[in-house]
């Protein structure tokens, strides 16, 4: 895929704003030379130059912005206010992309964070909320992308930016909470599940590490015959579950315990 020559600031290198930066690192569209990563602690720099040397590292968030084309904020929610008055000045709204990776940081509050008084440029920038999860680490992530006075092109850009780091969706802001939920918090399901299975490997017979190694590649085969075949889920299990069988008994018990309506609880509960 062609390399774009975008320069790219990320304010905030923890969990999320870290995996951004090393995501975008092991891709092809946007080089590590190319992007700016910036925290309050030096040791997370440090960390990220460790990972790649090529990545700019700084402590200073307005020395970061200036000359960047996508500015990506990716601090806790609470901070986002300050963050942007830090940099707001240092902002050229005509010619830059803001991307907010805050969960329930909404346009709103966001277009009311970076108003500032009229002049010849313009009002506010484009603008994205972004939400993945920490599978872009590892180019898997599911992420959801809502925009905000961005053109076509513009939206399109980001897409493809995060289409590179796994799968990108662009969805109206009202589903950004419920995507946080299936996709970001869903990671945790997920794993969770796989931790219970592979608890129960244990109990089945198993050492922890061959459970775990016989959970994680059958997780992996599940996901991957619905994405080869593009089926869904009751199609693949009908497949194994036959009559009188043993994985219909195991299911029934699994639902008798609550399973299904303990995931969709667990997922309410999350939005």
Same mark, same amino acid.
């Not at 975008?6 to 999320?16: E, L, M």
């Not at 002049?119 to 972004?130: A, K």
């Given at each position: ?17 870290? $995996? ?8 092809? !569209?946007?080089? $590590? ?14 960390? !990220?130059?460790?990972? %790649? +040397? ?6 200073? %968030? ?47 509050? !966001?277009? /009311? ?35 905000? %006075? ?30 946080? $939920?299936?996709?970001? /918090? ?27 190694? *016989? ?16 089926? %869904? ?9 036959? +009559?009188?069988? *043993? ?25």
């Amino acid at each position: 895929m062609e390399s774009i020559k975008q320069k790219v600031a990320i304010i905030g290198t923890g969990n999320i704003g870290g $995996a951004i930066a090393r995501g975008l690192a092991q891709g092809t !569209l946007i080089e $590590a030379s190319r992007i700016t990563c910036t925290d309050r602690s030096q040791h997370l720099l440090d960390k !990220l130059q460790v990972y %790649n +040397p090529d990545f700019q590292v700084t402590c200073d %968030n307005v020395k970061a912005v200036r000359g960047a084309d996508i500015v990506i904020i990716a601090v806790k929610p609470w901070m986002v206010e300050s963050v942007i008055d830090e940099i707001r000045t240092a902002l050229d709204y005509d010619k830059q992309i803001l991307v907010s990776i805050a969960a329930g940081v909404t346009f709103e509050q !966001l277009l /009311s964070f970076l108003a500032r008084p009229s002049g010849p440029s313009r009002m506010t920038p484009p603008l994205f909320r972004v939400i993945p999860n920490t599978a872009i680490e590892v180019l898997s992530s599911m992420t959801f992308v809502s925009a905000c %006075n961005a053109s076509k092109e513009q939206t399109e850009l980001i897409l493809r930016i995060f289409n590179e780091l796994g799968n990108a969706l662009l969805v109206d802001e009202r589903l950004m909470m419920a995507g946080t $939920a299936l996709a970001s /918090s869903g990671i945790a399901f997920a794993l969770r599940y796989i931790r219970a299975a592979i608890e129960g490997g244990v109990e089945l017979g198993f050492y922890p590490h061959e459970a775990q190694e *016989i959970v994680v590649h059958t997780v992996k085969g599940a996901v991957d015959l619905l994405l080869t075949n593009n089926s %869904n889920p009751e199609q693949e299990i009908d497949r194994v579950t036959t +009559p009188g069988g *043993i994985t219909i008994r195991g299911l029934n018990e699994m639902e008798l315990s609550g399973f299904t309506s303990s995931v969709i609880r667990g997922l309410k509960a999350s939005k």
